[in-house]
T-cell receptor
């Protein structure tokens, strides 16, 4: 079956550095992608999304890059802060409207 | 505050008990979802409701029974659960079900433990 997955299960960065979290997807027909952040004891929180007709989208301190050629998605966090420590999930929107989630990457920020 | 509220936050029950999980969304959305989140597994979609009609049942055992009385409320009725059903149960909603620009907004979940 087709799936969304993450290259790195854990990522540790120094406070103030930039973070890059990667995601590979296999469904070339997916037209919409979302990044979520999940803090301990909370549900996934929407961060940023991107449609397949774009290759880059920026938010506040976050940037999502989409490379459809290699079916790769990344989330860049600028000037990472301790409050960014969480598990990050990418998700792709399949044709029926359901989201398929990856397993997640845990980001730890060292002060 | 995500606009999606789940109660209770924690639930411990025996295998013969009957309980219900509740979800309420204050976003005016038309689609609502139940997910199961287990350790070291991706989020698993259980049920989808669109305009109060169940549109998807993702091969979920009958011991889980959803109910959507109106577009703002979603319940998950539980009975005769198994230990492997212990997990975080997440509710989500989106404006409509399908298409781009339809992010799902999640509640904080109910942590369910089966004794």
């Amino acid at each position: 079956g087709e799936s969304v997955g993450l290259h790195l299960p854990t990522l540790s960065v120094q406070e103030g550095d930039n973070s890059i979290i990667n995601c590979a997807y296999s469904n070339s027909a997916s037209d919409y992608f979302i990044w979520y952040k999940q803090e301990s004891g909370k549900g996934p929180q929407f961060i940023i999304d991107i449609r397949s007709n774009m290759d880059k989208r920026q938010g506040q301190r976050v940037t999502v890059l989409l490379n459809k050629t290699v079916k790769h998605l990344s989330l860049q966090i600028a000037a990472t802060q301790p409050g960014d420590s969480a598990v990050y999930f990418c998700a792709e929107n399949e044709s029926r409207g359901n989201l398929i989630f990856g397993k997640g990457t845990k980001l730890s920020v060292k002060p | 505050e995500t606009g999606v509220t789940q109660t209770p936050r924690h639930l411990v029950m025996g295998m013969t008990n009957k309980k219900s999980l509740k979800c309420e969304q204050h976003l005016g959305h038309n689609a609502m979802y139940w997910y199961k989140q287990s350790a070291k597994k991706p989020l698993e979609l259980m049920f989808v409701y669109s305009l109060e009609e169940r549109v998807e049942n993702n091969s979920v055992p009958s011991r889980f029974s959803p109910e959507c009385p109106n577009s703002s409320h979603l319940f998950l009725h539980l009975h005769t659960l198994q230990p492997e059903d212990s997990a975080l149960y997440l509710c989500a909603s989106s404006q409509d079900r399908a298409g781009p620009n339809q992010p799902q907004h999640f509640g904080d979940g109910t942590r369910l433990s089966i004794l």
